[in-house]
């Protein structure tokens, strides 16, 4: 007779049992590739389980550390008490297939429909990306709508790689065609023009490069008028999504505008307008091995508590054998051109993936030698393709995340210069913090995940090379190795000591790659060795600034803008360690919360954050001008001084200088990083200098003391892409030294230049008579001086005496007067 299996006992023990380990051990159907739980899952989901009912918990694992399987299982975990209904979200598509088929494999019921019977009556898992729950049509409900659909437990899977989407759905991005762009500039124009009055006609004329912050009182006064603006057309496809999401906060928002967008986003993310995740009973967040985990409190909500005490495994050690090289650190003689042709030629035997920050990088740069330009539109499809065999050398443009290349599928994996920012707001807050820490640990965050595309398992391998001037810089100069995760940082510590062995050139550097490519025996067991004993931080860290920020954007939503202010106060305060650019950035958004209650004293305090951070929004009165005084400078003296900061180690000498001379190129939307760039390297040549319009808010972008009272005043045009210098850029210079005359006396001289690829005037231009311009010609032949100076005091850096340098600043045309006569020309003007 046939048995009736049902009635027996066990048969429902699976949509009983509490404990992930043994709802695991009851999944009968699972493939038979799921025999055990890994060790460093059994970890996890037992603390897990012992922590269950708090309601924010962090679990960190590494790459390939099989987080997608225990993130299900502590799911049905929550089913099996009643927390339902429960959903897994990922970034995007491409996860969410993965997570599909995990889900199958294990025999686990998951459905992509929020709303599915089996999802709200607790049968099925709920699996979707970020976007179908926070977007302005939200199935699971929007701000006063209420919870629509509720959610009992979640789990955040990559959930820094979330933020991204997250970040766009609670923005508004208006493309400058659009009426809402031209009636809102026309609103804040006043206010930008008494910021800076030439940035705002560079952004009228539409150039894509300046970005401009609406000042907080002006937003403030206006945000009636801007709602208005905004309302009418919140059902265009540009509004519809976002407008919902930020409508009650939109007083709280900030607002850039640039030459080709604007956008409007919040101080940090209402994710409160998503009141069924706000009132989730368990929401648990999965990441990788990053370093800092503020953003799940800034921009989650997330308890700090809950945060800092992270769920791990005992041990960090189970990741894969990545050698980490940077070969222009190893030798800062070897070109962009070298490293691309050296890598196409590895590319016929392995799979090489590319990460660039930008479109413009991937087509100016790679498109010669790359195999496949990939991008959203052919992501998934082009892993497919690497997974499958060979497709040679491949650039992923700022896909630092969200995808696995494991095994044969990239071998050799390069990061090819900084992250780029994604957002006008993130352009907005670099330019702020310049090379400040906070700045520095958001790039190495996303470094850190892009290292991470390459190895996805333990057993997995992959040359890591970490390409570009100014990325070497970041990471070899300003301590930024101190950011990685414990394991990252003992793989740069294992590269350090193999960079060590190398004399410099390509062919020891490959030589050095193919012991890791090969598995020679040896390389293997110093890649297991460097990684014993390494483990996770005991708590996670959660930056007080976050924690501060936080509070005070939930105080002020409820209108407790003394306890907004409060709580970025009592920050500054207490932490006394903050360099002087932070302390002012922090006082800046003080003064945005006091404007609220008393809009004098916000003046004030802007005032006094100005005075730390001259990159800041200028305070209504203005800032008092600063001479540069050049009467006794001693040029040789200068560069000696500059000199000494780098101690013995001329290898530091020529990193620095290569990332900043990797910024002064002729290149649309790059000029504040080649005003920074010129600024740095009048200083390593002995002069000293200034950002007046930066740091002003008038004058040239750039100011050079250079002795006995002359300077060079000089108008950055390096984003020009005409053949002829217009009226528009000549009225500027002329007027830039219009302003130096009105602020220096007359015993002060000053040589116009302009920095522009041509030096042919239009006929309606008046340039002064003794204009010089540098022309690309001309700044190739600087940028080769240069380098010839660094790499002769180089030799000699930690002995070498004024006298020396002196010759070498004259023999190689940098000292005033070679300057001008090798490196610029004179004026054309077109008949």
Same mark, same amino acid.
């Given at each position: 007779?046939?048995?009736?299996l049902?009635?027996?006992?066990?048969?429902?023990?699976l949509?009983?049992?509490?404990?992930?380990?043994?709802?695991?051990?009851?999944?009968?159907?699972?493939?038979?590739?799921?025999?055990?739980?890994r060790d460093?899952?059994?970890?996890?989901?037992?603390?897990w389980?012992?922590?269950?009912r708090?309601?924010?918990?962090?679990?960190?694992?590494?790459?390939?550390?099989?987080?997608?399987?225990?993130?299900?299982?502590?799911?049905?975990?929550?089913?099996?008490?009643?927390?339902?209904?429960?959903?897994?979200?990922?970034?995007?598509?491409?996860?969410?297939?993965?997570?599909?088929?995990?889900?199958?494999?294990?025999?686990?019921?998951?459905?992509?429909?929020?709303?599915?019977?089996?999802?709200?009556?607790?049968?099925?898992?709920?699996?979707?990306?970020?976007?179908?729950?926070?977007?302005?049509?939200?199935?699971?409900?929007?701000?006063?709508?209420?919870?629509?659909?509720?959610?009992?437990?979640?789990?955040?899977?990559?959930?820094?790689?979330c933020?991204?989407?997250?970040?766009?759905?609670f923005?508004?991005?208006?493309?400058?065609?659009?009426?809402?762009?031209?009636?809102?500039?026309?609103?804040?124009?006043?206010?930008?023009?008494?910021?800076?009055e030439?940035?705002?006609?560079?952004?009228?004329?539409?150039?894509?490069?300046?970005?401009?912050?609406v000042?907080?009182?002006?937003?403030?006064?206006?945000?009636?008028?801007?709602?208005?603006?905004?309302?009418?057309?919140?059902?265009?496809?540009?509004?519809?999504?976002?407008w919902?999401?930020?409508?009650?906060?939109?007083?709280?928002?900030?607002?850039?505008i640039?030459?080709?967008?604007?956008?409007?986003?919040?101080?940090?993310?209402?994710?409160?307008?998503?009141?069924?995740?706000?009132?989730?009973?368990?929401?648990?967040?999965?990441?990788a091995?990053?370093?800092?985990?503020?953003?799940?409190?800034?921009?989650?909500k997330?308890?700090?508590?809950?945060?800092?005490?992270?769920?791990?495994?005992?041990?960090?050690?189970?990741i894969?054998?990545?050698?980490?090289?940077?070969p222009?650190?190893?030798?800062?003689?070897i070109?962009?051109?070298?490293?691309?042709?050296?890598?196409?030629?590895?590319?016929?035997? #392995?799979? %090489? $993936?590319?990460?660039? *920050?930008s &479109?413009?990088?991937?087509?100016? =740069?790679?498109? !010669?030698?790359? /195999?496949?330009?990939?991008?959203?539109?052919n992501?998934?499809?082009?892993?497919?393709e690497?997974?499958?065999?060979h497709?040679?050398?491949?650039?992923?443009?700022n896909?630092?995340?969200?995808?696995?290349?494991?095994n044969?599928?990239?071998?050799?994996?390069?990061?090819?210069?900084?992250?780029?920012?994604?957002?006008?707001?993130?352009?907005?807050?670099?330019?702020?913090?310049?090379?400040?820490?906070?700045?520095?640990?958001?790039?190495?965050?996303?470094?850190?995940?892009?290292?991470?595309?390459?190895?996805?398992?333990?057993?997995? #391998?992959? %040359? $890591?090379?970490?390409? *570009?001037? &100014?990325?070497?810089?970041?990471? =070899?100069?300003? !301590?930024?190795? /101190?950011?990685?995760?414990?394991?990252?940082?003992?793989q740069?510590?294992?590269?350090?000591?193999?960079?060590?062995?190398?004399?410099?050139?390509?062919?020891?550097?490959?030589?050095?790659?193919?012991?890791?490519?090969?598995?020679?025996?040896?390389?293997?067991?110093?890649?297991?060795?460097?990684?014993?004993?390494?483990?996770?931080?005991?708590?996670?860290?959660?930056r007080?600034?976050?924690?501060?920020?936080?509070?005070?954007?939930?105080?002020?939503?409820?209108?407790?803008?003394?306890?907004?202010?409060?709580?970025?106060?009592?920050?500054?305060?207490?932490?006394?360690?903050?360099?002087?650019?932070?302390?002012?950035?922090?006082?800046?958004?003080?003064?945005?919360?006091?404007?609220?209650?008393?809009?004098?004293?916000?003046?004030?305090?802007?005032?006094a954050?100005?005075?730390?951070?001259?990159?800041?929004t200028?305070?209504?009165?203005?800032?008092?001008?600063?001479?540069?005084?050049?009467?006794?400078l001693?040029?040789?003296?200068?560069?000696?001084?500059?000199?000494?900061?780098?101690?013995?180690?001329?290898?530091?000498?020529?990193?620095?200088?290569?990332?900043?001379?990797?910024?002064?190129?002729?290149?649309?939307?790059?000029?504040?990083?080649?005003?920074?760039?010129?600024?740095?390297?009048?200083?390593?040549?002995?002069?000293?200098?200034?950002?007046?319009?930066?740091?002003f808010?008038?004058?040239?972008?750039?100011?050079?003391?250079?002795?006995?009272?002359?300077?060079?005043?000089?108008?950055?045009k390096?984003?020009?892409?005409?053949?002829?210098?217009?009226?528009d850029?000549?009225?500027?210079?002329?007027?830039?030294?219009?302003?130096?005359?009105?602020?220096?006396?007359?015993?002060?001289?000053?040589t116009?230049?302009?920095?522009?690829?041509?030096?042919?005037?239009?006929?309606?231009?008046?340039p002064?008579?003794?204009?010089?311009?540098?022309?690309?010609?001309?700044?190739?032949?600087?940028?080769?001086?240069?380098?010839?100076?660094?790499?002769?005091?180089g030799?000699?850096?930690g002995?070498?005496?004024?006298?020396?340098?002196?010759?070498?600043?004259?023999?190689?045309?940098l000292?005033?007067?070679?300057?001008?006569?090798?490196?610029?020309?004179?004026?054309?003007?077109?008949?």
């Open positions: 007779m046939a048995l009736d049902s009635k027996l006992r066990g048969a429902s023990l949509d009983k049992e509490p404990n992930p380990r043994e709802i695991f051990t009851l999944l009968a159907e699972k493939d038979p590739k799921y025999q055990y739980l460093v899952q059994a970890e996890v989901l037992e603390h389980f012992e922590r269950r708090e309601k924010d918990v962090v679990l960190k694992m590494n790459t390939g550390g099989g987080k997608t399987v225990v993130g299900l299982l502590l799911l049905k975990s929550c089913l099996n008490e009643g927390i339902a209904p429960a959903f897994f979200i990922v970034p995007d598509n491409y996860l969410l297939s993965q997570v599909e088929n995990e889900a199958h494999l294990l025999g686990l019921p998951v459905e992509r429909e929020p709303d599915s019977p089996a999802v709200l009556q607790g049968k099925a898992i709920g699996i979707i990306n970020i976007h179908k729950l926070i977007n302005g049509f939200s199935k699971f409900g929007v701000g006063d709508d209420g919870i629509k659909l509720p959610i009992g437990a979640v789990v955040v899977d990559d959930a820094h790689a933020m991204n989407s997250m970040e766009s759905q923005s508004i991005e208006v493309d400058h065609t659009h009426e809402v762009y031209a009636n809102l500039l026309g609103l804040f124009r006043d206010d930008l023009r008494g910021q800076n030439s940035m705002l006609l560079e952004i009228e004329a539409r150039d894509p490069g300046p970005t401009m912050l000042p907080f009182w002006a937003w403030h006064q206006k945000s009636e008028q801007a709602t208005r603006i905004l309302s009418k057309f919140r059902n265009d496809d540009a509004l519809k999504f976002n919902p999401l930020i409508k009650s906060d939109l007083s709280h928002c900030r607002c850039v640039g030459g080709q967008r604007l956008e409007i986003s919040p101080r940090c993310l209402p994710i409160e307008s998503i009141p069924s995740f706000d009132n989730a009973k368990r929401r648990i967040f999965m990441t091995t990053l370093a800092d985990d503020s953003i799940l409190v800034s921009d989650f997330a308890n700090p508590g809950g945060v800092t005490k992270h769920i791990t495994p005992r041990s960090a050690n189970d894969g054998d990545r050698m980490i090289l940077a222009q650190e190893i030798d800062p003689n070109s962009e051109i070298e490293l691309k042709e050296y890598l196409k030629e590895k590319s016929k035997k #392995y799979n %090489v $993936v590319i990460i660039v *920050g &479109e413009y990088r991937a087509e100016s =740069f790679w498109k !010669d030698v790359a /195999d496949r330009i990939c991008n959203k539109n992501l998934e499809t082009t892993v497919k690497l997974k499958a065999g497709l040679g050398l491949v650039v992923l443009v896909k630092y995340d969200g995808i696995d290349l494991p044969a599928a990239c071998r050799i994996l390069v990061l090819d210069g900084l992250p780029k920012a994604r957002r006008l707001i993130e352009k907005i807050e670099n330019n702020f913090l310049g090379r400040s820490r906070h700045i520095i640990g958001r790039q190495v965050q996303r470094i850190e995940q892009g290292i991470g595309r390459g190895v996805r398992a333990n057993d997995d #391998y992959c %040359v $890591v090379l970490l390409m *570009g001037a &100014e990325l070497t810089k970041v990471l =070899f100069l300003l !301590d930024a190795k /101190d950011m990685f995760s414990p394991a990252t940082r003992a740069l510590n294992l590269a350090a000591d193999v960079t060590k062995q190398l004399e410099g050139g390509m062919k020891d550097i490959d030589e050095a790659i193919d012991y890791c490519l090969n598995q020679d025996s040896a390389w293997k067991k110093l890649a297991r060795e460097c990684l014993v004993g390494v483990g996770y931080a005991e708590k996670g860290t959660v007080s600034i976050a924690i501060a920020q936080r509070e005070a954007f939930d105080a002020s939503v409820v209108t407790n803008y003394g306890q907004a202010q409060k709580s970025l106060q009592k920050l500054l305060n207490s932490e006394k360690e903050f360099d002087s650019i932070t302390r002012g950035w922090l006082m800046w958004q003080l003064a945005e919360y006091t404007q609220y209650t008393n809009p004098v004293e916000a003046q004030i305090i802007l005032k954050a100005v005075g730390y951070n001259r990159r800041l200028k305070p209504l009165e203005g800032i008092d001008y600063e001479q540069l005084s050049a009467k006794d001693e040029q040789s003296r200068n560069a000696v001084w500059k000199l000494r900061s780098y101690g013995s180690d001329s290898n530091k000498l020529l990193v620095d200088l290569n990332g900043v001379l990797e910024d002064l190129i002729f290149k649309p939307d790059t000029s504040k990083a080649f005003e920074d760039a010129m600024k740095e390297i009048a200083e390593l040549i002995g002069f000293i200098s200034q950002r007046p319009e930066l740091d808010n008038s004058g040239p972008d750039v100011l050079w003391a250079v002795g006995n009272l002359r300077y060079f005043v000089i108008e950055c390096n984003g020009a892409v005409t053949s002829k210098v217009s009226k850029d000549c009225n500027q210079l002329t007027g830039s030294v219009n302003w130096f005359e009105q602020r220096y006396d007359h015993t002060c001289k000053t116009p230049v302009l920095v522009h690829p041509a030096n042919l005037f239009e006929f309606d231009a008046s002064l008579p003794e204009t010089r311009v540098i022309t690309e010609e001309g700044l190739h032949l600087f940028k080769e001086a240069l380098r010839t100076y660094a790499k002769a005091v030799e000699q850096i002995t070498i005496e004024y006298k020396e340098v002196l010759q070498l600043l004259d023999h190689n045309n000292t005033p007067d070679k300057f001008l006569n090798r490196f610029t020309k004179q004026v054309k003007l077109k008949k």
